[in-house]
T-cell receptor, first 113, second 113 residues
Framework: GQQLNQSPQSMFIQEGEDVSMNCTSS?????WLWYKQEPGEGPVLLIA?????ELTSNGRLTAQFGITRKDSFLNISASIPSDVGIYFC?????????????FGTGTLLAVQP | DAGVTQSPTHLIKTRGQHVTLRCSPI?????VSWYQQVLGQGPQFIFQ???????GRGNFPDRFSARQFPNYSSELNVNALLLGDSALYLC????????????FGPGTRLTVT
């Protein structure tokens, strides 16, 4: 099935470091979503972006909707151990018959205390 | 408010059997979507239902079917199970079809032996 390209695939960082990850697509989306998934659980919505160029924050997390509408970025500042998990981007073409999500391949984040 | 709930949490089936998975959306949400997540990958869209009507279907065989009930809960049915159907099955709900944000349940872990 279709998946968006996410990079990096994994990150191993020290507590307190900043993290950046991105997601690219060959298709245009009009909504970008970022989720975090921990082992044995469903994805948890972190941030939703609705306009090209939009920059949105949620605590230490900041995400941006790329100008081309084909990419999105997520930054985590001052990482802490509880940031550990897999981060997924998801693109969406809503307004039509369905608002299905197309997910990225995921970025595994490990934070060492 | 309670989040999206799914049952059962875990299930072990034999090849050729069928399975029914259940989902209750967040109160007030009218749309339910089903996703399959194979280990190491992002979720893949299977179905979306809104107001009891199928609004979208992903690239899955006819062995997969679903329905939505008047109370907006939903069932996913899979017939003639294959080993490759082993995965985490996720349900997501959204308030309306045009809303981007989808909220996921904890998933049902299906193992086919």
């Amino acid at each position: 099935g279709q998946q968006l390209n996410q990079s990096p695939q994994s990150m191993f960082i020290q507590e307190g470091e900043d993290v950046s990850m991105n997601c690219t697509s060959s298709s245009i989306f009009n909504t970008w979503l970022w989720y975090k998934q921990e082992p044995g659980e469903g994805p948890v919505l972190l941030i939703a972006l609705y306009k090209a160029g939009e920059l949105t924050s949620n605590g230490r997390l900041t995400a941006q909707f790329g100008i081309t509408r084909k990419d999105s970025f997520l930054n985590i500042s001052a990482s802490i151990p509880s940031d550990v998990g897999i981060y997924f981007c998801a693109g969406q073409l809503n307004g039509g018959a369905t608002n299905k999500l197309i997910f990225g391949t995921g970025t595994l984040l490990a934070v060492q205390p | 408010d309670a989040g999206v709930t799914q049952s059962p949490t875990h299930l072990i089936k034999t090849r050729g059997q069928h399975v029914t998975l259940r989902c209750s959306p967040i109160s007030g949400h009218k749309s339910v979507s089903w996703y399959q997540q194979v280990l190491g990958q992002g979720p893949q869209f299977i179905f979306q239902y809104y107001e009891k009507e199928e609004r979208g279907r992903g690239n899955f065989p006819d062995r997969f079917s679903a329905r939505q009930f008047p109370n907006y809960s939903s069932e996913l049915n899979v017939n003639a199970l294959l080993l490759g159907d082993s995965a985490l099955y996720l349900c997501a709900s959204s308030r309306i079809l045009s809303q981007g944000e989808q909220y996921f349940g904890p998933g049902t872990r299906l193992t086919v032996t």
